[in-house]
């Protein structure tokens, strides 16, 4: 069933592209629940954001997908008038979505270290141990990013392998440190994680998403970690401010 939904999922997002109204037939109307308050509720919405986008002619490359019980994770690359990059997350429930979330930032880079956004491995292994790469990446994300354990960073990461792909770091251990006790990578912007909402896992790859601040702006943060060996060794990631509730 995973394959089938990832399938689907890749229809619906290259819908954009086409304007395919038959794209959103994953969607079940009546009990779709939208997260990303610029897109209307249900497949209708949908099809009708689509079609109009579609005359834009956008550009959508699905770089990653994953499957994790009833949700389906992909990592994305959009071209409407600018280029970003983001993060999808569906719920399932049977063949048809039900619940969407996404995180989604301009793209920026290369980094410093030469890497960009999102190139790197895009298939998932070690499927045999993806609740033991959840386990390692929920503890990391709990000790070092949101209760700021700065001396247990290398208890969870692979110092000599570790690549990272945001687009302001220049590798190493170093600037992760920085991120959280100066302004990150000298562009004047602190980083403070407050909570983990979710955690998704396939394989090597396991994807967290957060909530807290850049800057003092309310953020949702989306980190894409790839564990080998037991430690964190590559990391993706799109921030995206919240918006205020309405009302």
């Known amino acids: 069933m995973s394959i089938k939904r990832k399938e689907r999922i890749q229809t619906l997002l290259k819908g954009i592209e086409t304007g395919d109204a038959d794209s959103v037939a994953v969607v079940n109307p009546g009990k779709y629940i939208q997260h990303n308050p610029q897109t209307q509720e249900g497949g209708e919405g949908l099809a009708a954001l689509f079609k109009r986008l579609a005359k834009s002619s956008p550009r ?3 770089v990653r997908i994953f499957s994790d019980g009833d949700y389906v994770f992909a990592h994305t690359e959009y071209d409407f008038s600018t280029s970003r990059i983001g993060f999808e997350i569906f719920r399932f429930e049977g ?3 039900v619940e969407h979330w996404d995180n989604i930032q301009p793209r920026k880079g290369p980094n410093p270290a030469g890497h960009s956004m999102v190139d790197g491995p895009t298939k998932a292994t070690d499927l045999d141990r993806t609740e033991d790469n959840r386990e390692l990446v929920e503890s990391f994300v709990d000790k070092v990013l949101i209760n ?3 001396d247990r960073i290398e208890d969870y990461i692979d110092a000599n392998r570790f690549t990272d792909h945001n687009p302001r770091s220049s590798g190493g251990l170093s600037m992760l ?7 990150a990578f000298g562009d004047g912007v602190f980083i403070a994680y407050d909570r983990m909402h979710r955690i998704l896992a396939d394989g090597d790859f396991v994807l967290t998403v957060s909530e807290g601040a850049a800057d003092g702006v309310h953020t949702s ?3 894409l970690f790839r564990v080998a060996q037991g430690k964190l060794v590559e990391h993706w990631d799109t921030t995206e401010p919240v918006p205020p509730r309405p009302g």
């Open 148 to 150: 700021a354990q700065l």
């Open 177 to 183: 440190r920085a991120a959280f006790t100066q302004p």
């Open 221 to 223: 943060f989306f980190d």
């Open 95 to 97: 063949d048809l979505t």
């Open 60 to 62: 959508v490359n699905i």
